[in-house]
């Protein structure tokens, strides 16, 4: 069985430009999760999809940051326009239930110059 | 407000020692707690989970962690480490209902052969 998968591994922009994060979760995992880690800090919740709708999205910064999960599949995290503080790992979970194992993705590096 | 805070950022052992890992956190009402590991160049991977009933959970490769409700506590142990153990370990809390996940700062071990 395929893991979640993320893409790409490593992004460096520009501030001001725009980055699009790609997440795929476990195939039929109705639950989506995005987390992010800036430089050693904690790991921090940002926003839980269950198929297509967003069930939880408080832990988005701003409004620089989009999500969408289309179709209840594979999800995308757009930063736009980037700021130097955005630069982190951005992981993905998955799940199967609310209260089942969440697998993580390998992360997405960002740096923001 | 809720938290989860890890005691060590950085932990040597020798192969052998025994490992205990600190983690408190902060967050009202029923818990449930996690423990996940990083390997290097790995996914983030969950060790082990207390939902409810015995607050002594066992999990894998050899590892335990003991809930102390009064103590808001979650402690992680091992007897005895391996080299293998080497790796960054995060301590989480989430609510009963599941999804957003709080983490803590994690802790990096390194075992010396």
């Known amino acids: 069985e395929a893991g979640v998968t993320q893409f790409p591994s490593h992004s460096v922009i520009e501030k001001g430009q725009t980055v699009t994060l790609r997440c795929d979760p476990i195939?039929?995992?109705?639950?989506l999760y995005w987390y992010r880690r800036v430089m050693g800090k904690e790991i921090k919740f940002l926003l839980h999809?269950?198929?297509?709708?967003?069930?939880?999205e408080s832990g988005m910064p701003n409004n620089r940051f989009l999500a969408e999960r289309t179709g209840g599949t594979y999800s995308t995290l757009k930063v736009q326009p980037a700021e130097l503080e955005d630069s982190g790992v951005y992981f993905c979970?998955?799940?199967?239930?609310?209260?089942?194992?969440?697998?993580f993705g390998p992360g997405t590096r960002l740096t923001v110059l | 407000a809720q938290s989860v805070s890890q005691h060590n950022h950085h932990v040597i052992l020798s192969e052998a020692a025994s490992l205990e890992l600190g983690c408190n956190y902060s967050y009202g009402g029923t818990v449930n707690l996690f423990w996940y590991v990083q390997y290097p160049g790995q996914h983030l991977q969950l060790l082990l989970k207390?939902?409810?009933?015995?607050?002594l959970v066992k999990g894998i490769k050899g590892f335990e962690a003991e809930f102390i409700k009064s103590k808001f506590s979650f402690n992680l142990r091992k007897p005895s480490v391996q080299w293998s153990d080497t790796a960054e370990y995060f301590c989480a809390v989430s609510g009963t209902g599941g999804f957003k996940t709080i983490f803590g700062a994690g802790t990096r071990l390194f075992v010396k052969a």
């Open positions: 207390y939902f409810s009933g015995d607050p």
């Open positions: 195939s039929g995992h109705d639950n």
């Open positions: 979970a998955s799940s199967l239930g609310l209260r089942d194992t969440q697998y």
């Open positions: 999809f269950v198929k297509e709708s967003k069930q939880d």
